[in-house]
């Protein structure tokens, strides 16, 4: 039985790849979950099998674009963890495909979730940003030699200058992030916002993770780009436990950025070849 004062929760993109893990700690911490799937009933490709018989938990159908599945969700809930977003399939080739593919979705399906939680009287609400709405700064990439300014939760990338290098996710992930701040704070609805790096660690579905995991998958490929030398890290239960913490905080606010380690791309294509010899890397 659910503890005493632990009201339902619901989390967005239940069954992924942070969601997944997500749902785990809340439910191990006795919060009845409503977790939302595109199709619960989709046992084609076994996608949910590690949700299903969950006890405390109750999946639903629903789609960012879908208001009412997603009030259907949310519903009962005191609090809601915004998992889901949309992810790039593909190089877009202009900015009318990515506007239509990850930038409208995304931020439209924030608002959703939030008028959703607006309607249904949720207290608090817990954002899954990234850090690719902080980064891209020119205010900070450009400062010249000498500058020391460390980047913060205050740094939000650009959307001029994100947009300009065609980094679509962070446009969509830096607008839809501003717009969950400014309806929260218009329905008077605790927001606040994790901005991991690249989330890495084990995987509960059959899935390859989509989002930042996926980076790795196309390092195996030896399909990546090689214009950076190194990336920052998260493991992705700590994000999960870092989200419940932010939720479980009344004095958590505002923006967090979430990550751990400094990964060297040398290091690392060291370790993969140590464990998979007959793949095919990058040049270096």
Not at 52 to 67: E, M, N, Q, V
Not at 120 to 138: D, H
Not at 258 to 281: G, K, Q, V, W
């Amino acid at each position: 039985m659910p503890a005493a004062g632990k009201g339902a929760v619901c989390v967005t993109g239940a069954g992924g790849f942070i969601g997944s893990w997500v749902v785990q700690l809340l439910l191990s911490n006795d919060y009845p979950v409503h977790g939302t799937v595109r199709d619960p009933q989709d046992d084609d490709h076994n996608k949910y099998a590690h949700l299903k018989g969950l006890k405390g938990l109750k999946l639903f159908k629903a789609d960012l674009t879908d208001y009412a599945s997603l009030l259907s969700a949310i519903q009962g809930c005191s609090g809601v963890f915004h998992v889901a977003s949309p992810v790039q399939s593909s190089s877009c080739s202009s900015k009318q495909e990515a506007e239509a593919e990850i930038i409208e979705p995304t931020v439209r399906g924030t608002l959703n979730v939030m008028k959703a939680c607006a309607e249904a009287k949720v207290k608090r609400v817990v954002v899954v940003s990234s850090a690719a709405a902080v980064v891209l700064n020119p205010a900070w990439l450009e400062a010249g030699p000498g500058y020391n300014k460390p980047m913060d939760e205050t740094c939000w990338s650009d959307l001029a200058y994100s947009a300009a290098i065609e980094e679509w996710y962070a446009v969509a992930k830096t607008e839809a992030e501003r717009e969950a701040f400014e309806y929260g704070h218009r329905a008077g609805i605790e927001v606040v916002s994790i901005c991991p790096t690249l989330v890495v660690g084990p995987v509960m579905n059959h899935a390859v993770p989509s989002g930042s995991s996926f980076v790795f998958s196309n390092f195996l490929k030896g399909i990546s780009n090689l214009s950076i030398d190194r990336l920052m890290t998260v493991d992705v239960r700590d994000v999960a436990e870092a989200m419940v913490l932010m939720y479980e905080k009344p004095e958590a606010e505002g923006r967090y950025i979430c990550t751990a380690h400094l990964l060297r791309i040398h290091d690392m294509f060291e370790l993969l070849e140590s464990l998979y010899p007959d793949l095919n890397y990058p040049n270096e």
